[in-house]
Nanobody, 124 residues
């Protein structure tokens, strides 16, 4: 069982940066593949970024590639999403997710556990 709690969201101007954090509970955190997803009002939840259990592999949605960076610290049971050059279209609730898998995963149904999410609002 894994519980996930996100933090770090807020209001930022276009071009600015935010760093999201996801704190995980559970003794086997290092065995989990982790991902970030986002959901804008009236839209489906979409994949943002993912990182393998060992942090050896990462994968990004085309819309954030080159601007966002996912990382993890297994000793601290933390996952991060550094978001730079933010755009108004990045506005959404961002959620982290965990899957007991060694691969990098990009599909919602592949994840077993979800956090409540943190709001990110980018003003133009």
């Amino acid at each position: 069982q894994v519980q996930l709690v996100e933090s770090g969201g807020g209001l930022v101007q276009a071009g600015g940066s935010l760093r999201l954090s996801c704190a995980a509970s559970g003794r086997t955190f290092s065995s989990y593949s982790m991902g970030w997803f986002r959901q804008a009002p009236g839209k489906e939840r979409e994949f943002v970024a993912a990182i393998s259990w060992s942090a050896g592999s990462t994968y990004y949605a085309d819309s954030v590639k080159g601007r966002f960076t996912i990382s993890r610290d297994n000793a601290k049971k933390m996952v991060y999403l550094q978001m730079n050059s933010l755009k108004p279209e990045d506005t959404a609730v961002y959620s982290c997710a965990a899957a007991l898998d060694f691969r990098v995963l990009s599909k919602k149904y592949e994840y077993d556990y979800w956090g409540q999410g943190t709001q990110v609002t980018v003003s133009s």
